[in-house]
């Protein structure tokens, strides 16, 4: 019995004794950390629910360059201007990575797409590949363009908010189902009806991947995904993925079977067609374009959703700013539906857009990073292979310059004659340099027809009688607003 016990408590003092080895253990002139890094669990704690601000506040005390534990990885956080623009815009090249996780293999196949493909031959040919074919989706004339896709889209929400009558209603839904429609019209030449099976099903699949919360600690400790109760987001979040990978695969069977090589229609068409010449788009399978396909649908739905809802919601808060906005389109549209043509004439519509990208991006922390090769940056050494965390919140909300960072002003995107200012150095809600997002054109097309369409139509109010909705929004895979209610009184 003794001899048992000895055992266990050496068992136990050995476990200790490495854990706290590993603990102590930091590579030579890694960053600092900030206070409050615990043993096994590391940073995860003082992070807290929403770890934009946490890591924004701590850069005021530990400077542009610090590094957090992720339980037991060393992530580097990249803050403010001049960091975050030396590593995605000066040297960009070595900062280009991505490392693989538990939850992204399950989730995207790590390799596969291009979101989560490390820096290589591969992941520059896949995202040339289909950046020229969202261009030349893009650059469609007539019935077929995307323009046109997002116009009908446009008038179809107007619509469905119109049926509300000004009542107090969650239009989370509806906007989501308008911009996954222009998506499915892009990827497969298809649009949904909100009833459609299939479609229940792929919304339902997006809504509880964006909610996957807890979910993310698998990341830190992928040994949880075995732990029962524990592992049920994430188990959630691989079979709604999965949902979403089938349906991509019944759509590339039936575009196989209906292929016209003389006129692809879609974004499948194209990647098919470039299956065929293995050739140009070295090892480009049709595993790749089925995951490529998930990508585009996950990347470009609820990021483009989200920030459309917190545009209106801040013009239900800031009415003052909302009556400019209609005053603008009043005189520039008239009583017609809001055109790309429109957009150059309209700059108090187009500096909103910008300033609710600033002070909400959807992405704040953008998506982690990895070092292609040791890199020194501002006297520390980062190793090869370190995940790097670009925190563009803090350059969104860096009082150097954007003063009193926190107030709603669309009028800091205008110069003194009223034209829009681009601020590409203060303001990245798409990143930038090798990793830039790769539906910025398609996202600020649509951001710019939904908002102008629904702001031309309806006045947006907060419900009266109830507390105002709440700005701070819940960090998940982005930053969502919390669920809220708006009233859409027509004009
Ligand atoms: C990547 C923002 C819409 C496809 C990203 C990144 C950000 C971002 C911050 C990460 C860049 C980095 O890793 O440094 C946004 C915002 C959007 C939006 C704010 C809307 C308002 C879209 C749309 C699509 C899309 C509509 C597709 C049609 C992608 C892809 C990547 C990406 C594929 C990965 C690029 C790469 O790894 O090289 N986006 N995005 N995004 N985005 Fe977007």
Redesign the pocket.
Known sequence: QISELTLQSCLVFCTAFLLTCFFLKRRKNLPPYPAGCVPVLGHLLALGRAPHLKLTAWRRQYGDVFTVRMGMKDVVVLNGYTAVKDA?VDRSELFASRLSSCLIEAMIGFGKD??MTPWGTEFRQR?RFATAV?RNLGMKSGTGSIEVKIREEASCLRNRIAEYNGEPSDIAHDVTVVVANV?CSMLMGKRYDYKNKTFRELSQALSKTAKLGTGQVIDVFPLLRFVPVVNRPYINVLEECSKVRNVMRMEIDSHRENLDRENPRDFLDFCLLEVEKQEKVEGLTEENVMYMAS??FF??IV??TN?LLWSLLYMALNTDIQNKVQQELDAVVGEGLPALSHRSQLPYVNACLLEV?RIR???PL??P?ATTETVKMQGYDIPKGTQVL?N?YSLHMDPAYWPDPDRFDPGRFLDAEGNVINKPESSM???GG???????Q??RME?FLFFSTLLQSFTFRTPEGAPPPTTEGVFSLGLTPHPFKICAIPR
């Open positions: 995605l291009i979101t995202k969202l998506i990508d585009l990347a470009g990021t483009t920030t990208m991006p959807v992405a953008s998506i990073h670009l563009l809600p798409f990143g090798r990793r830039v997002c790769l539906g910025e398609l996202a951001l």
